[in-house]
């Protein structure tokens, strides 16, 4: 074979060896493409400094006709560009990376697992203050401090003039006075000027420090049971290595008390914590629990704080001032000056899982970081996922079981009452209403669970049949009293209540089925003596208002609650002894097979905030299925079993944790697009991994889209990310893939 290569090669090679000094610096982008950018070092910027731009500082660059904030990801010497092509980066923001090498590393894991684009993957890691451009720095206040000067003059060295004497006192108490604190000692800016034209006094910019208090007297810990005392002996010895433990104790074992300790151990060897907690977990008196205990800056980090405050607390996280962190999902990104352990509670919660975007799962994604940082990773729960009871069962995470509840409570009451041919009012039984009247003529309180929220499931014509139905979904339109409307839960399509049937005209029209609203009317009527508190995601935009809401209940009021699964975790109610669930069916009949999981997780959370202090609890179950392998193994308290049991079905059906899973999703606006794409796809891949579909999403059409998805699934889990990856890049190419809207799910939770 003759050695020539094409010409254009060759006029290639000569152009970047002519560049050979060049510095190419590859950046990351805010954009769904599986790829990072060639840029040219802005002007002024020498190859030679721009080799030691750090990767992870951001830089703005031109990108098509507008500029964009992008982030360094390497320096390179060539590109497979020719130099000439490429444009000159504008602005370097950062000196430093804003991620630390860990941080780097699981991004990089989380980009490749979770195929999904890294510029994508980091921007999702900063806060959104940092994804705009701005400064990675506290907001900045004026303040004075003594000179050496200063500090060296007599206390009374200004008694001839009282506001300079005064302030000259305050600066010999502390190291400096803010713009704020010289306002409140009504001092004015002058009477400083004047210190600082004394030479007495300079000025000086500082960060304005969060709101955080320190806590001056912590309590001390509780004397620990011995199940409690076992874990924190495994637990302490791992400190400072990798290693995931599940703590699995029923609701009110002491689980809070074990992390706590755990906690104790390593801000006393001056490290940091992280505490995961699932979404409305966050609850004030969580927060109240651990500022208590501990005399550190505990910041709490969930979705409904200020981008200033976020900002804040990831500055403090980063240069070690705030000792713990406890925060919802993507807290799993901030940046520790020192990271000592990670904590993920309610580790089976959903709500771990991104459902949108960037798929990630925040409980994984903690084992990772745990693993990177050569930490331990303590899962917790009282209805702990398949995955780690399969994790824990092969030896991979060590268990630490709490089987009993701690300090004075006993396990509640099952009462399981089959509602066949029963009576029922509003949903409930005579049992039931007979059981909340006596809790609250004790002068208890009683929580009625029922998983709907609004008024009732939907309107239907009592002449025709016509129903409410969503003309965006295959789903009913949800009845709410308050707002008089209808409201599609699944689009958030809102439509005035119609006066009569749009179909018939008739003007009877019957609501069916019932949600949280119309039990709480009828629980009113009945209960006219007692608060019936509603507590629902309608009523609970805001943490204030559930604060609000459940002033009577901390109180310790005989009152009665109606509510969704908002009130199944997190709280602890010490006079709450009466748990009621409406209706245990409609979860044990389930598509996905991951429901029976997610039912007994919710009845065995729900039944747990019963009797939590000195008070027996009780709770009772209604159902049309009292014979349900669940209720019969929560009735014999049997749960561990049918739990081996769920295990053998997945194992024999090779479900989740037996293979792996994802779930390529498409969705169009014409309907047998998605499919179409789909098809081809499946044909592609289909030898190298089981897949199934495409099908209809459950529910096949949703906000005017048609939903299409294909379930692929193998043993082998790096077989399976081969076919994603290959999967992949043959969406990114394909010209038909471009007009549908597409996502890979990687360990998929919801199947919809
Ligand atoms: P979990 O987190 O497992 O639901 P908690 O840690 O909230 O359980 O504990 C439930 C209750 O038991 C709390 O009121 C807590 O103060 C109390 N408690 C926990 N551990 C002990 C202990 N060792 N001695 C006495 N009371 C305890
Ligand atoms: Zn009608
Ligand atoms: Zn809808």
Request: aromatic fraction near 6%; proline fraction near 6%; charge should be positive.
């Amino acid at each position: 074979m003759v050695d020539c290569a094409p010409q254009s090669e060759i006029a290639n090679q000569e152009l970047n060896s002519t560049f050979m000094n060049q510095a190419i610096l590859s950046i990351a982008l805010a954009t769904p493409l599986r790829r990072t950018f060639d840029y040219l070092p802005p002007a002024g910027i020498s190859a030679e400094s721009a080799t030691r731009l750090q990767p992870g500082a951001r830089i703005t660059v031109p990108f098509g006709h507008s500029e964009r904030l992008g982030i360094l990801v390497e320096v390179k010497t060539q590109s497979e560009y020719p130099a000439n092509k490429l444009k000159e980066a504008i602005n370097i923001l950062d000196q430093t990376s804003l991620f630390s090498h860990e941080i780097w590393q699981l991004c990089l894991w989380a980009a490749d697992y979770y195929h999904y684009p890294l510029g994508e993957v980091l921007f999702n890691a900063l806060p959104v203050m940092l994804r705009d451009g701005q400064a990675a720095r506290a907001k900045q206040q004026r303040a004075w401090r003594l000179t050496t000067h200063g500090k060296g003059l007599p206390q009374t060295a200004l008694s001839r003039s009282p506001s300079q004497q005064q302030l000259f006192q305050l600066l010999l108490t502390q190291d400096f006075v803010s713009r704020e604190q010289l306002k409140s000692a009504e001092i004015k800016p002058t009477t400083a000027k004047n210190l600082v034209t004394k030479g007495l006094a300079e000025e000086f910019e500082t960060p304005i420090t969060g709101t955080s208090k320190i806590n001056p007297e912590p309590e001390t810990s509780l004397a620990l049971n011995p199940q409690q005392q076992a874990a924190i002996t495994a637990l302490i010895p791992a400190l400072g290595k990798f290693h995931t433990f599940l703590l699995q104790g029923v609701t009110g074992s002491g689980k809070t008390e074990v992390y706590l300790q755990l906690i104790s151990e390593v801000l006393a060897q001056k490290q940091q914590a992280l505490i995961l907690v699932p979404e409305i977990g966050l609850t004030p008196q969580t927060l109240a629990r651990f500022e208590q205990r501990f005399a550190c800056s505990v910041i709490a980090l969930h979705s409904g704080l200020p981008e200033r405050q976020r900002l804040d607390a990831w500055l403090a996280a980063r240069d070690g001032s705030a000792g713990i962190i406890i925060g919802t999902r993507s807290a799993l990104f901030t940046p520790f000056k020192s990271l000592g352990c990670i904590i993920v509670d309610e580790e089976h919660d959903l709500s771990f899982k991104q459902q949108e975007g960037f798929r990630y799962s925040a409980r994984d994604g903690a084992i990772k970081r745990a693993q990177l940082e050569n930490i331990p990773v303590l899962l917790g729960s009282a209805t702990p996922s398949l995955e780690s009871r399969y994790n824990g069962l092969s030896k991979r995470y060590t268990v630490l079981k709490l089987s009993e509840r701690a300090g004075v409570a006993n396990p509640p009451g099952l009462n399981i009452l089959d509602v066949r041919n029963e009576t029922l009012t509003q949903g409930l039984s005579q049992q039931a209403l007979a059981a909340i009247g006596q809790t609250l003529q004790r002068g208890e309180q009683a929580l009625v669970f029922i998983n709907r929220r609004g008024y009732a499931p939907t309107l239907m014509c009592h002449s025709c049949g016509w129903t409410a139905d969503c003309n965006r979904c295959d789903a009913r339109m949800t009845l709410h009293l308050g707002k008089k409307c209808l409201h599609c839960h699944h689009c958030d399509q809102k439509r005035p209540l119609p006066p009569n049937c749009p179909s018939c005209q008739s003007k009877s029209l019957i609501t069916l089925g019932q949600g949280t609203q119309k039990l709480e009317a009828s629980l009113c009527e009945q209960f006219k003596h007692f608060p019936v508190i509603r507590v629902d995601s309608d009523v609970t935009q805001s943490k204030s208002a559930m604060q609000e809401l459940l002033r009577p209940v901390h109180q310790g009021e005989a009152c009665l609650l109606v509510g969704t699964q908002l009130l199944a975790k997190g709280h602890d109610f010490p006079r709450l002894t009466l748990v009621v669930i409406v209706d245990a069916d409609s979860g044990l009949y389930s598509a996905d097979f991951r429901g029976t999981e997610r039912t007994a997780q919710l009845l065995l959370q729900v039944s747990g905030r019963a009797g939590r202090a000195d008070l027996a609890g009780q709770v009772v179950l209604q159902t049309h299925q009292p014979d349900h392998p669940l209720l019969l193994a929560l009735r014999e308290k049997t749960t561990e079993d049918w739990y081996q049991q769920l295990l053998a079905e997945r194992k024999l059906f090779s479900l989740p944790p037996y293979s792996y899973m994802a779930l390529i999703r498409a969705d169009s606006t014409r309907p047998q697009q998605g499919e179409a794409l789909l098809a081809r796809l499946r044909d592609r891949i289909d030898h190298e991994a089981r897949t199934m579909g495409p099908l209809p999403a459950p529910m096949a059409r949703r906000g005017g889209r048609f939903r299409n998805q294909l379930l692929v699934q193998s043993e082998n889990r790096s077989r399976l990310h081969r076919v994603l990856t290959e999967a992949e890049q043959w969406l990114e190419q394909d010209k038909q893939a471009r007009q549908i809207r597409w996502s890979i799910d990687v360990d998929p939770q919801d199947m919809g």
